[in-house]
């Protein structure tokens, strides 16, 4: 069987290789467009430090039940949840007030989960309170109102969002599951067990994450066409606008 620190390396292997490879896909796409794409890369870039980081035992602590806590995952959770939660919602079309939200109740969920290690109860049951409410609000907010925004788009976006919404969902009910098995709850898996379907989880998420976004090339223009409008000033409204009209071209110079 593969010792724990050993798993946490050949994860790190694994997303430094995944992030070289987004890198270079983005290098390949037009100059003025590939600063947008950054955040695939970075969401594989942090989950490769976190397993390095884990791989040497940083920022590891042990809970009153003696169970081991690395903590530089929680790190880079509490990075990327945003981001992808952001991304998504910026391709629904969400206002500036849903994007806020939305990363500031991922950092909650996040952020609560962690925080919950270190106290001692009745606190961490307070702090159990803050995950539930924080992923149950975060959830709604995908789900309907991001979702209601999505309608408006284009058919590319309302694709994109809805492969996105259902991947980070997917993604969350599995950590919950993950969360009640593992050793440091039921106990139903050993350290093996749950580093190994951790560790896939997380990279099958962040490369899917990945993927999707920089396939869906007619989804991704329309997006940053609407960016740029709002950097400049062209939006009037109190959100982030992210249409634009079938019939703008798009510059292959660009």
């Not at 307070?126 to 991001?146: D, K, N, Q, R």
């Not at 749950?194 to 490369?207: E, T």
């Not at 940053?224 to 950097?231: A, G, K, Y």
Request: charge should be positive; glycine fraction near 8%; hydrophobic fraction near 50%.
């Amino acid at each position: 069987m593969i010792p724990e620190l050993q798993l946490y390396r050949i994860a790190f292997y694994a997303m430094v290789a995944a992030t070289v490879g987004f890198l270079v896909w983005i290098a390949r796409m037009p100059a003025g467009k590939r600063r947008y794409y950054l955040p695939v890369p970075i969401i594989c870039g942090t989950l490769a430090l976190a397993n390095f980081g884990m791989s040497i035992e940083l920022f590891r602590i042990t809970t009153a039940g003696g169970d081991p806590i690395p903590m530089t995952r929680y790190v880079d959770y509490t990075i990327v949840t945003p981001i992808m939660v952001v991304v998504a919602g910026l391709v629904a079309g969400a206002t500036r007030r849903q994007l806020a939200a939305a990363a500031v109740l991922s950092v909650m969920w996040v952020g609560s989960t962690a925080v919950r290690y270190f106290l001692e109860p009745p606190l961490n049951a307070a702090a159990g309170i803050v995950t539930i409410v924080s992923l149950v609000a975060i959830v709604y907010l995908m789900v309907w109102p991001l979702t209601k925004r999505s309608a408006s788009r284009s058919g590319e976006r309302v694709l994109l969002y809805g492969k996105l919404r259902n991947l980070l969902l997917l993604l969350w009910v599995f950590y919950l599951i993950m969360g009640f098995v593992s050793r440091q709850g039921l106990g139903l898996l050993d350290a093996f067990g749950g580093i190994f379907v951790a560790s896939y989880l997380d990279i099958l998420a962040r490369i899917g994450f990945g993927v999707l976004v920089l396939r869906a090339t007619n989804a991704t223009d329309q997006v940053i066409e609407s960016l740029r409008s709002s950097n400049a000033g062209d939006d009037g409204s109190d959100g982030v606008t992210l249409e634009r009209s079938d019939d703008t071209a798009v510059d292959p110079a660009d």
